[in-house]
């Protein structure tokens, strides 16, 4: 797959790359800006476009605007919006010190695994503490969601952006359970180590139970792993969809 990667932040440009990359993606483009996204993808042709909401030089809406005239230019194109949690998270009541306390390793260990990606002690500790900052972020938007007392567009944003988020958090929980108990998953080519790409699939296919993934978990810990994100994917939808839907229609009440 042809990969062109929008977004303003270097070492997530860097880690989105190496991301795609690992999973044997061609990276085509990779741009610091919005506003050469048209003609790049024009030139590249690319199969999926990754493009950060908030980008130069306003920061408000410059990567949202561009992925909507992709969509409209090339509806063929698959295009991935980024940053509408990290968005959401900063308007939410939950404390800002504490996502910082969790982001500042994060990074100091995603660096680490840019330079050392086969030591198994920096990829347990980078995917255990993701998986602590992403669920940090879907507290987060979840206290956002029941502290209103209507809709709005963030309310939407913050529905999608938390789903993408508990998805993103069981993807690192699996990669660090794969690093202690090493063949935990299996896909069609068999027995192996499986891509953060390949657990990243599964966790979606888990969360929405739509079962279609061809990845799944062999050993007992990671089983316990999957059924835990299979129960969140059931409550998710009985409340925090169920809250949404009850705010919309007391708002029409009004």
Known sequence: MRVVIA?????????????????????????????????????????????????????????????????QQHPDLGVLVLSIAVYAVRATPALTWVAVVL?????????????????????????????????YTGYGL?????????VTRDEIFAVGANFTVVSWMFAHLFMAVQVVYPGSFTAYQGEGHRTFLELLYLSFTTLTSVGLSDVGPTLAHARSVVMLEQFAGVMYLALVVARLVGLTIRRHER
């Open 142 to 150: 979840i206290r956002y969601l029941f502290d209103d007392s209507w």
């Open 7 to 71: 977004e303003d932040q270097v070492l997530l440009r860097a880690g989105l790359g190496r991301l795609f990359a690992d999973g044997g993606h061609d990276i085509v483009a990779s741009l610091g800006d919005a506003n050469s996204l048209p003609a790049t993808v024009s030139t590249n042709k690319p199969d999926l476009v990754v493009v950060d909401i908030r980008m130069p030089p306003t920061f408000t809406d410059e990567g949202a605007r561009a992925a909507r005239e992709l969509k």
């Open 103 to 135: 982001g500042i390793p994060v990074v100091a260990l995603t660096i680490a695994e840019g330079f050392a990606p086969t030591n198994q002690q920096v990829v347990f500790w980078s995917a255990l503490l993701h998986a602590a900052f992403y669920g």
